[in-house]
């Protein structure tokens, strides 16, 4: 699934130069994943439609990794590609995760959709909130004010299964210009083992998309390899 990045190429350096005196503290996994409708911050991304997924992520010891991930999109021969990379640890319960994420969109050459965020995240207990910054975009007109803000909690059920919540704000211009307006969405899922169910809503307002603001329920597996 998605994580949090660094500028690739400093972040692939910094990566190596720690392995060279370490590389028995490195973990390399992978994952697939296949979901009834791909749903990034409240907005299907795959046009209520299924998509499949799968990514690669280099963990070291000191904190320090670097991934990428892959997922199907709306159309025939269109994907999303991430590459990320960054720091993250925990200390006395509290767990912390700061990095960069490139969004790429290979959807040909008279499109710019690619963009960078800085994100970071902060734990405790079962809550975790997340703030994530546009930072740079190939899209002409954008203004790069782009900022999500979420706030989730996840708790253990009986019989392996866990329950999660998120509210998630996504304001600025670049988000009012791509929806209409700025937008909150919502999140309740229960997971037993790799399989998700999943219900989302979100508040945009728009004539012209008026579908967008359905609830969606999603079913989803993923596996880490």
Do not use: C
């Amino acid at each position: 699934m998605k994580k949090m990045t660094h500028s690739l190429v400093l972040g692939s350096v910094v990566a190596a130069s720690s392995l060279i005196s370490g590389v028995a503290l490195a973990e390399v996994t992978a994952n697939v994943g296949v979901t009834s409708n791909y749903i990034w911050r409240g907005v299907t991304q795959s046009g209520n439609d299924s998509a499949v997924s799968g990514g690669l992520d280099y963990g070291h010891d000191s904190g320090i990794y670097v991934g990428t991930w892959t997922s199907s999109l709306a159309y025939t021969g269109n994907y999303e590609l991430d590459l990320y990379a960054g720091y993250a640890g925990e200390a006395g319960g509290f767990s912390y995760d700061v990095g960069l994420i490139q969004y790429m969109y290979p959807f040909g050459d008279n499109v710019e959709a690619d963009f960078m965020e800085a994100q970071v995240s902060a734990g405790f207990g079962p809550a975790t909130l997340y703030v994530a910054k546009q930072i740079s975009a190939e899209a002409s007109g954008l203004e790069n004010d782009g900022l999500y803000i979420s706030l989730s909690a996840e708790t253990e059920l009986n019989k392996d299964f866990s329950i999660s919540g998120t509210v998630g704000k996504y304001s600025g211009d670049d988000v009012k210009a791509a929806f209409g307006d700025e937008y909150t969405h919502y999140k309740v899922a229960v997971s037993k083992g790799d399989i998700s169910f999943a219900i989302e809503k979100n508040n945009i307002d728009n004539a012209t998309l008026p579908d967008l603001d359905n609830p969606v329920v999603t079913v989803s597996w993923s596996k880490e390899l």
